[in-house]
């Protein structure tokens, strides 16, 4: 996957976004509050933001690979976590079978080449149930409390709630069905508490002192209240993971739910099998609770989902099937990469405008048809600016415009010598 990470320019939606942003806040001196384009932007928390701004300061090519890496690198640490989890419970060949399987599973795949916190997300929550697992099969102790604790706040500080819920209620669904549930106080106790509210306490008193109380409104209750309920953005239909399950975990969907219908006296045998049916859930269905609704709010689940597929697999000839499809994909992945230097103008604004770059233009101005042309300024180290031309413009001397392409390219320009 490191060469598509490598080759690849930043794409015009949220990637480009995310640049811009960093790069506002660089200019503003931010660190706890985010603006785009002097818009309040409390969508997130500030963990991936600091991400992209410290890489700012190197190249614009060597940013987005480093940036990617930390997408990547994630997915390998979570494939590596929940293996551990799994030694002792799931033979060798099905643990090989399910790292191969987690690693072509639809979405998971896609985010790792993805510059969005989702990934990282999804590993702080891998580490916090791993924390509460081991203390429910072993003895809690206050070192491992704290890291529950940790993990949970840093899940929470890179993309919203659904870092501390997701943990927090696969940890009472697991301990209810393997009938443990008196252990749930002792697990989530005050050591994981304090940890939390510390790490909320300094983030929020920072917002404050930094942004005041609209900010701090909008972070609070905007972003997780008006979410939950009649949603301002992507409010979609109960029922909507119920149809995207199938191709976000796909080409292993249809195999895992044969599994688990073939083999459903099998599942709800050992811990760790009890822990991802708990998990996946609860996941799935606390998200089809909320009236905001995305594919990727999925990708927490999907390790438990898989793993436990994997661990029902029986036959020696469909693990072998299982292995020869997941590396053909990560081949079919890693050849495909080399052809992204031709589609990158397809794909991303990046190449015309470091062609716009080279002319050293006194201004660049944006058409106002390009789609999430006002964040095009992440490229210049020159004023950018978005412009109406419905009542006429007339392009300053040593100034270029950006303009929509001609399909299938993203943006063509205009420079005035």
Not at 79 to 94: C, K, T, Y
Not at 168 to 195: D, E, M, N, Q, S
Not at 263 to 271: E, K, M, P, S, T
Not at 331 to 353: E, K
Request: glycine content about 8%; aromatic content about 12%; some cysteine.
């Amino acid at each position: 996957m490191l060469p598509v990470l490598a080759m690849r320019d930043i794409t015009p939606d949220n990637e480009l976004r995310y640049f811009s942003i960093a790069d506002e806040a660089l200019r503003n001196g931010a660190v706890w509050c985010f603006h785009n384009h002097g818009e309040i932007y409390a969508d997130k928390p500030p963990l991936y933001l600091w991400i992209i701004m410290a890489l700012r300061a190197l190249p614009g090519s060597l940013a987005t690979l480093f940036a990617g890496l930390f997408s990547l690198v994630p997915m390998l640490l979570v494939g590596r976590i929940m293996n551990g989890m799994a030694r002792g419970a799931i033979d060798l060949p099905r643990r090989r079978a399910a790292l191969l399987m987690l690693f072509t599973c639809g979405f998971f795949p896609g985010l790792a080449l993805t510059l969005r916190m989702d990934m990282l997300l999804t590993l702080f929550i891998v580490l916090a149930l791993r924390e509460s697992y081991r203390m429910a099969i072993g003895r809690p102790t206050r070192r491992h409390e704290a890291l529950l604790g940790l993990f949970s706040f840093l899940a929470l500080f890179t993309k919203g709630p659904y870092g501390i819920l997701i943990p927090l209620l696969g940890t009472a669904a697991y301990l209810a069905a393997v009938k443990r549930f008196g252990l749930f106080r002792r697990i989530w106790g005050w050591p994981a508490w304090a940890v939390i509210a510390g790490g909320c306490a300094i983030w929020f008193g920072g917002v404050w002192t930094e942004g005041g109380a609209d900010y701090l409104n909008n972070l609070l209750f905007h972003q997780t209240v008006d979410r939950a309920h009649n949603a301002f953005t992507h409010d979609c239909p109960w029922w909507y993971y119920c149809v995207c399950v199938w191709y976000v975990m796909a080409p292993w969907s249809l195999l895992i739910a044969y599994e688990l219908i073939a083999r459903r006296d099998v599942a709800a045998r050992g811990d760790f099998r009890k822990l991802t049916i708990a998990v996946f859930a609860v996941t799935f269905v606390m998200l089809s609770c909320v009236s905001s609704k995305l594919q990727v709010y999925l990708l927490p689940a999907i390790p438990f989902g898989v793993y436990l597929g994997a661990s029902l697999i029986n036959g020696r000839k469909l693990l072998k099937a299982v292995n020869i499809i997941a590396i053909g994909i990560l081949a079919l992945i890693f050849c495909a990469s080399w052809t992204l230097p031709l589609l990158n103008s397809r794909i991303s604004y990046g190449p015309v405008c470091e062609e716009v770059a080279k002319l050293n233009p006194t201004h660049v101005y944006i058409d106002s048809e390009v789609r999430r042309g006002e964040n095009i300024d992440a490229y210049f180290n020159v004023p950018a600016t978005v412009v109406d031309r419905t009542g006429g413009f007339d392009l300053p001397r040593g100034a270029a415009l950006l303009l929509e392409g001609d399909e299938p390219e993203k943006l063509k320009f205009i420079y005035n010598k």
